[in-house]
């Protein structure tokens, strides 16, 4: 049942017919959002097999993520009746990966080689700094990154790049001896993948020619977004004979912060003597309201090549635009109007909900979990995972209990106290033969110490904490763990550690979203809470990190960045926090043509709609643990009045939600109290005991008694009737 090429082509315009039956020539689709450019290559690669011009071995098909790969690779499976395994089909690094793991040898790599992303590349440059004795404060780590990959983007090596003064012949030495250190561990980092790629190609011709001879058809999505090693690769590979099929869309350019060229397209037209450039102007995915948005913010822009989309889809519904009253009511009336969707029957995974920056998503995230929506995050790490949280939730472990082993091991030398692994070992061994925790011998062996370095001061340092975070609330309990155990400084001594910082914060945001939601709720008929809200809040940490997220098959909100919505498309979009600095990302202000690249990601997001699309903001928002008051952006300003709906009135909301209070600084409570340590009770039904901890305030306030016989309990006062004696 093989579709016959007519019945390939039937259903595309002019255009669209023109780009897929050029002929063996090179050739640039230039083309707005949702104009098939896609469809048009997927349909190219059909159609060129089909009519019996290549086979599929003879195609090599570079996309942006591997997602888009598989789907490409799927729907040419439905297309054609044949087998088309022997196509290669994935994004640079995929592919790059693919022929390195075929030649390692010619590039000196073992079979086994790894590849480090990003976090384990920082780690490597610290590591091999320190071997240097490179001061960090001079040569911030992450600028050391980012230098060693844009060389390597550009295709240099470090005896290539040129250094003009001691500092920059410093950094080039830095990035001999990681690129040594990286040879010796048998790893490559992202940038690596390319350019032994590219070296192996240069290097030896007949591999190259080899290649050559296969690949006769290049094709390329997104090449707009394409850097210059990425260029210089594919000329490589095309050779003087081969043809590279490019289709891009300039006003999605939106990686230029990581070395993409729009100039690309431009050296493009004139290395490769582009005859045909075949434009777009159809746009088959969007509605006009939701299309005419998209090209009024976009023509904001000056530096574009010029194009406009219209539909024939019909105006549709019009953009929906929601003012919440803080970040909180953002996120409730999100999962509402989602769970209202869903009820009527659209699937979740038709339903997108994008964010400018990831720190967004832990509210979002928050409410969605609360709600039981299965969702799925891409890109990125869950907030619960990242690196700095899990060492801030670590402290707090060992706060609620000093035994967790891990929790200890996490954090005994983070930030670094001079516990060495020799220390370690004993340690362990010391456990071992008492038969007990870690934190117990610990305390066995430490003396009385000052909280500070070495294993006495971590003794010292989390029994302070211990003994501090007494009478706190749960956000007050955070603050303290992430200040006394000395992960802010840490993170403030490092140049680059404000958005660990920032993550940190959000922490703090989160003890308080949750301390307002939960408390009181896990109350007995005699008082008793289960458990302390620090241990409540642990749990569900941990319970949220991973398991929550909604497994592959099943049908999931989709959550993501606007970068990672790239070439995606759904039936409905939320687009959050669409507010002065955050989106326009602040930093954009301080980068040549930053505004223009947001305008762009606007572009980009407003585009990934079919049907439906709401755009909201807050009034005030938690960030960095203090209470910002947002203004709406100026892209909402740029789409004409008459294509929007506004869902509530400005200003007048005032609605019960909590709303959240900036971080207090840490306060004891009040002296006159009847609730102090020590304190002798009683209970009706527990009998006499001793208040050993307490937490909370006024009217929340909770205690920790130890009642002897009845054991130790947790009694939220306002039920608990409790005697003082
Ligand atoms: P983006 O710039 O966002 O990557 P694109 O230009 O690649 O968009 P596609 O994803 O290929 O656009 O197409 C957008 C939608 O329009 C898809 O659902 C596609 O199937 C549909 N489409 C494209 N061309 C046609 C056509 N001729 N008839 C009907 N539907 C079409
Ligand atoms: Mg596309």
Same mark, same amino acid.
């Given at each position: ?303 574009? $090549?010029?194009?406009?989309?219209? &539909?024939? /889809? !019909?105006? =549709?519904? *019009?953009? %929906?635009?929601?003012? #919440? ?112 925790? $870690?934190?117990?011998?610990?305390? &066995?062996? /430490? !003396?009385? =110490?000052? *909280?500070? %370095?070495?294993?006495? #001061? ?125 989106? *326009? ?141």
């Amino acid at each position: 049942n093989s579709t016959a090429p007519t019945l390939l082509l039937a259903g595309l315009n002019d255009k669209q017919l023109e780009a897929v039956t050029l002929p063996h020539q090179s050739a640039l689709i230039l083309a707005g959002a949702g104009s098939g450019k896609t469809r048009v290559l997927t349909t190219r690669i059909a159609w060129l097999i089909q009519t019996g011009q290549v086979s599929p071995h003879g195609i090599l098909s570079v996309t942006f993520t591997n997602k888009a790969a598989k789907e490409m690779l799927t729907r040419l499976g439905a297309m054609l009746p044949i087998n088309i395994r022997g196509m290669w089909a994935g994004t640079f690094h995929g592919l790059c990966n693919r022929l390195l793991r075929a030649h390692h040898r010619e590039v000196n790599l073992p079979a086994t080689f790894q590849i480090l992303d990003t976090a384990d590349q920082l780690s490597a440059i610290k590591r091999i700094m320190k071997v240097m004795n490179v001061d960090d404060e001079k040569f911030p780590p992450k600028q050391v990154l980012g230098y060693i990959n844009s060389c390597k983007e550009e295709g240099l090596r470090a005896y290539a790049v040129e250094s003009y003064d001691s500092h920059s012949q410093r950094m080039r030495e830095i990035f001999e001896e990681y690129d040594k250190q990286c040879q010796r561990e048998g790893v490559v980092d992202f940038a690596e993948l390319l350019l032994r790629c590219y070296e192996l190609l240069s290097n030896n011709a007949s591999i190259r020619e080899h290649y050559q001879h296969r690949f006769r058809y290049i094709l390329v999505d997104e090449f707009q977004d394409t850097n210059r090693l990425q260029y210089l690769w594919l000329r490589l590979l095309a050779g003087s004979d081969n043809c590279i099929f490019a289709v891009g869309d300039d006003d999605q350019s939106i990686y230029a912060f990581r070395g993409a060229r729009v100039g690309n397209m431009r050296d493009f037209e004139h290395d490769f003597n582009v005859q045909n450039i075949v434009k777009l102007e159809q746009n088959y995915r969007s509605h006009s309201n939701i299309l005419d948005a998209a090209n009024a913010i976009i023509m904001h822009n000056r530096n574009r $090549l010029g194009k406009n989309l219209w &539909t024939s /889809a !019909g105006k =549709g519904e *019009p953009i %929906r635009v929601y003012e #919440g009253y803080n970040d909180k009511d953002e996120a409730v009336f999100i999962v509402d109007e989602i769970k209202a969707l869903h009820a009527e029957g659209m699937e979740l995974g038709q339903i997108a909900l994008l964010y400018r920056s990831n720190a967004q998503s832990r509210i979002l995230e928050h409410e969605l979990f609360s709600a039981g929506l299965p969702y799925r995050v891409y890109g990125g790490l869950r907030f619960f995972e990242r690196a700095e949280v899990k060492h801030a939730l670590a402290y707090l472990r060992l706060i609620a209990s000093g035994d967790d082993d891990t929790a200890l091991l996490r954090v005994i030398n983070f930030p670094t106290r001079g516990i060495g692994a020799r220390s370690l070992e004993q340690l362990q061994e010391l456990a071992r033969q008492q038969d007990s925790s $870690l934190w117990q011998a610990a305390c &066995t062996k /430490a !003396g009385d =110490g000052k *909280p500070g %370095r070495g294993l006495d #001061g971590f003794v010292a340092l989390i029994k302070q904490m211990q003994e501090e975070s007494i009478g706190l609330t749960l956000p007050e309990q955070v603050e303290l763990a992430t200040r006394l155990s000395g992960l802010r400084d840490h993170y403030a001594a490092d140049k680059e550690g404000e958005d660990r910082i920032a993550n940190l914060d959000e922490l703090v945001n989160a003890a308080i979203a949750f301390n307002n939601q939960e408390i009181g709720m896990q109350v007995d008929e005699n008082g008793e809470v289960a458990m302390s809200i620090l241990a409540q809040f642990l749990a569900h940490a941990s319970l949220e990190s991973g398991e929550h997220q909604a497994d592959a098959g099943r049908d999931a909100l989709q959550l993501m960045t606007v970068h990672a919505a790239k070439g995606l498309e759904f039936n409905t979009v939320f687009i959050s926090g669409v507010e002065e600095g955050l989106f *326009p990302h602040e930093q954009s202000s301080f980068e040549a043509n930053g505004l223009e690249e947001e305008r762009r990601l606007m572009y980009v997001a407003v585009t990934r709609a079919r049907q439906r699309l709401y755009l909201s903001f807050a009034q005030s928002r938690m960030l960095h643990g203090q209470v910002r008051y947002g203004i709406p952006s100026r892209f909402l300003d740029e789409i004409p009045e008459e294509l929007t709906k506004r869902l509530n009135s400005i200003g007048s909301k005032s609605n019960g939600y909590n709303q959240p209070v900036p971080v207090a600084p840490v306060a004891r409570p009040q002296a006159n109290m009847p609730w102090k340590i020590g304190q002798a009770v009683a209970h009706s039904k527990f009998g006499q005991g001793v208040v050993v901890n307490y937490e909370g305030n006024a009217n929340d306030l909770r205690v920790q008694v130890n009642f002897g016989k009845a054991g130790m309990k947790w009694l939220a006062l306002e039920y608990a009737k409790l005697e003082t004696l």
